[in-house]
């Protein structure tokens, strides 16, 4: 800029104010600066001016990833989630700059509204690290998190109503007469933790003792409900029935079970989480909870931008639907526990 101001004989203040447009510069002169800029192959650093302008039509969705087991971004509740997002943001006049963090660092989110890229960060998922997300909230970023409300929380959060997800999950087979269900899915996770805690309501509402053997950890991945069924069988615990924290996870375990000659809905019933467009589509059709992701990604955007503009937004919780298929049935168990 200091070079096409001094071949154009004007401030530097006069180039910046050319190569933005402004009616501030007559014609003839902005004219000659841009053509000066054009010779020079110069182009404006456009996060550099975003962020001194404190503005930008873009918003970074960020999907983190635990470096031990990468959840693909390929996973059908990611890509559902990110097209509602991706046509959210058009609608309102914005570009998405789809990115990825290690799960472990999600204060590295922050780079993109540090260096004027993002207006503001949508991150799809608390992880392990509701601590690092409270940072970056009290240092007024302006983050919206797909998650559950978790206590003393000072970040916004949309997601769905997991405790009453989980507690329909599992009513649907307490009803039809199931008492050893497995629950399959990360604890640790805040979202699973609150669809664990509407599994443990279910059975406490009908006077059943959940075995605690039937618990076991899953990622979101297919290899989860795989390993997941075979430590059951290993393990020789019987079991009729099975809440699985995604559709994803529910798939893999029917595969499992189907491979050890188990059979669903008779042998065993399963029910999975989301809702994703495979779901109705599998064999058996799979009974899940529904969570209406176009309106999750409405929403997100729709809290974040009132938190750019307001600087502050309520969280919104989206209401858990079950949607009964083929994959839960009056059955009984017929595996030797």
């Known amino acids: 800029m200091a070079d096409i101001a001094r071949l154009a004989g004007v401030s530097t203040a006069t180039v910046s104010r050319a190569l933005n447009g402004s009616s501030l510069v007559n014609a003839e002169t902005r004219q000659r600066i841009v053509d000066l800029a054009r010779s020079l192959n110069y182009s404006i650093n456009v996060g550099a001016q975003n962020l001194r302008l404190g503005q930008s039509r873009t918003i970074a969705v960020v999907v983190p990833y635990e470096g031990r087991q990468r959840q693909a971004i390929s996973d059908p509740f990611f890509l559902s989630l ?9 609608d309102q006049g914005y570009d998405m700059l789809l990115t990825r963090i290690d799960a472990d660092q999600l204060e590295d989110a922050a780079r993109y509204c540090d260096n004027g890229r993002a207006s503001g960060v949508i991150l799809i998922g608390q992880w392990h690290h509701h601590d690092q997300l409270n940072r970056l909230a009290a240092r007024q970023l302006p983050i919206v998190v797909w998650g559950a409300q978790l206590p003393r929380q000072l970040y916004c ?4 109503d997991n405790i009453q997800g989980g507690m329909a999950a599992t009513e649907v087979m307490l009803r039809e007469g199931r008492r050893r269900i497995c629950f399959l899915g990360d604890r640790d996770l805040p979202e699973v933790a ?6 443990l309501e279910a059975h406490r509402r009908a006077g059943v003792q959940p075995d605690p053997r039937l618990s076991l950890p899953a990622s979101f991945l297919a290899e989860g409900g795989r390993d997941a069924v075979s430590r059951l ?10 809440f699985a924290c995604s559709d994803l996870i529910a798939m893999a375990a029917i595969g499992a079970l189907r491979a050890h000659q188990l059979s669903v809905p008779q042998d065993v019933s399963v029910v999975g989480y989301d809702d994703v467009a495979l779901a109705q589509n599998f064999q058996p059709p799979l009974t899940t909870i529904r969570q209406s992701i176009e309106e999750g990604g409405r929403l997100l955007v729709d809290a974040l931008l009132e938190l750019i503009r307001k600087g502050a937004a309520a969280p919104r919780v989206l209401p858990a639907v079950l949607v009964e298929r083929g994959s839960t049935g009056p059955d009984r168990i017929h595996a030797t526990p």
């Open 82 to 90: 990110l097209g509602s997002l991706a046509d959210a943001l058009t």
């Open 194 to 199: 609150h669809r664990y805690e509407g599994y």
């Open 233 to 242: 069988l290993d393990l020789h615990q019987g079991f009729d029935g099975i």
């Open 157 to 160: 959060t949309v997601g769905g």
